[in-house]
């Protein structure tokens, strides 16, 4: 199955280099469950009819192009349904068995992890823990809010481990899982045998990743018998990683014992995402998104980067949305878009922080341009006017220069409040008082002054 797996991820890998649209390879990354490996062909498992169709009809034979070149055998992919599979005539259990098995998502690697600030610390524990046969933290409790890395970091250590030892027997699970699979084993008059799979399965396990743990609150059964698969784990030196929207102590309603076994090892938390951490994100899911990242202007990350802030899954969300977008409507990648792609997606109360932080933004480029006026003795006016006089012109790009430097606001946002200027205007002013400044000592002093006045006023 592993095997089967890793072909299934590098033929994509090959077929992504050649992808022309982002959604075939969204749609093909989709899937990721091999039912089996028969004669030569990779039985693969698809979430519907209609995805079914599409890869028929469009992608199948590229695929198999893609892995006889691989493999320099005539191994071929076949496409399933679930239900398919149930129709199948091999013993029904083991079947069900394997495709219950969540897979750890193949993407979800150290590589492709960003680090900053906030997840330093976890990362490195994670790798640590990957990287060290011995089991030094045990277990590894990593917490954090929603949509911060915890399930990325977690599968990570499983891909890592795999990677390296593919015999390792990895059992990724969430508390919600784990409690279904514990009331199916004892619910059901098959009990018996059923819970014997339980305990096998959880058993077994060289590493146990368990998503999710304060979905265990309150739930005291299931604590019992969580306990004591981490006591039988832990005993034998097992790897435990666990992951949980909270610090152990802050677990409402569960056992003392359990709560005390989370403290044995070592709790990281993941933070917030900093803005450098939010558009190194970005940066890296544009460049799996489409072809030329550079035709994405730095200054729409920067409009995502500053409207989605506490919630990395959200951040990509965004991305993604303003790709397709532009991508289906076939209009350019363009700053105007991303307000149109997104309105909805902006959540209200960033709005209001957005209005807030105009404001102050507005305040700040009236001082900058009052004082550039006053020393040039001109008026406000005359810097916000067409004007090409030279020293209006001059003036005019000073104070734009200025803003960008004391307070490096987004291009648009200077061009706005200087008569609707557009980004290639403002840049080029920017440009100009660089080079005049290198050669000239004047405006070297204009600018020195100036930027002593406003920081002093
Ligand atoms: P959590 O389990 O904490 O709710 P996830 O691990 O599901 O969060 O992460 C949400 C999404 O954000 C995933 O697509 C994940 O790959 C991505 N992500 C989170 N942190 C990073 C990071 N540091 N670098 C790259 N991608 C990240
Ligand atoms: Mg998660």
Not at 259 to 264: G, L
Not at 360 to 369: C, E, I, L, P
Not at 419 to 443: F, L, P, Q, W, Y
Request: with cysteine; charged share 30%; hydrophobic share 35%.
């Amino acid at each position: 199955m592993i095997e089967s797996n890793k072909l299934w991820e590098q033929t994509l890998e090959e077929f992504k280099k050649d992808a022309n649209s982002s959604d075939t390879v969204e749609l093909l990354s989709e899937i990721n469950k091999v039912y089996k490996f028969e004669n030569n062909v990779i039985y693969m498992i698809v979430p519907n009819a209609l995805t079914k169709f599409r890869i028929e009809k469009f992608y199948n034979n590229k695929l198999n192009e893609i892995v006889q070149k691989l493999t320099n055998r005539s191994v071929k992919f076949k496409f399933i349904l679930e239900e398919e599979v149930k129709e199948e005539e091999t013993p029904p259990l083991l079947i069900k068995d394997q495709i219950n098995k969540r897979p750890l998502r193949a993407e979800y690697t150290f590589a492709n992890f960003e680090t900053g600030e906030s997840n330093r610390f976890a990362f490195i524990s994670a790798m640590k823990v990957a990287e060290t046969p011995e089991t030094l933290y045990n277990p590894l409790y990593i917490f954090g809010d929603v949509g911060l890395g915890k399930t990325h970091l977690m599968m990570a250590i499983g891909n890592y481990i795999l990677d390296n030892n593919p015999n390792k027997n990895i059992v990724y699970t969430s508390a919600q899982e784990f409690t279904e699979e514990y009331f199916l084993a004892t619910s059901t008059k098959k009990g018996r045998d059923n819970i014997e799979k339980f305990y096998e399965k959880y058993r077994s396990a060289d590493v146990l990743l368990v998503d999710d743990i304060q979905f265990l609150e309150g739930k005291q059964g299931t604590q019992e018998e969580f306990f004591k698969v981490f006591e039988y784990l832990h005993g034998l030196n097992k790897q435990i990683v666990i992951t949980s929207d909270r610090s152990s102590n802050e677990l409402k309603n569960m056992m003392l014992r359990l709560k005390s076994r989370f403290n044995w090892g070592l709790s990281v938390d993941i933070k917030h995402p900093d803005k450098k951490l939010r558009l190194n994100i970005l940066r890296r899911k544009l460049s799996f998104l489409i072809e030329n990242p550079k035709s994405v202007p730095e200054e729409v990350l920067e409009i995502i980067a500053d409207n989605f802030t506490s919630n990395i899954r959200d951040l990509e969300g965004a991305l993604r949305r303003y790709v397709t977008y532009c991508v289906s409507l076939n209009i350019p990648f363009t700053v105007e878009n991303v307000y149109t792609a997104l309105d909805r997606l902006i959540p209200e109360k960033e709005q209001d922080q957005n209005k807030d932080k105009e404001l102050t933004q507005k305040k700040n480029f009236d001082k900058v341009k009052k004082e550039v006026a006053k020393y040039f003795q001109l008026s406000v006016s005359d810097l916000e006017s067409n004007s090409r006089k030279q020293q209006v012109a001059y003036a005019r790009q000073m104070a734009i220069y200025i803003i960008k430097k004391v307070y490096n606001p987004v291009l648009k946002a200077i061009g706005d409040s200087f008569g609707g200027r557009d980004h290639a205007t403002i840049s080029h002013s920017i440009d100009r008082i660089e080079s005049m400044m290198s050669k000239n000592s004047m405006v070297k002093t204009d600018f020195e002054i100036l930027t002593k006045n406003i920081k002093e006023n």
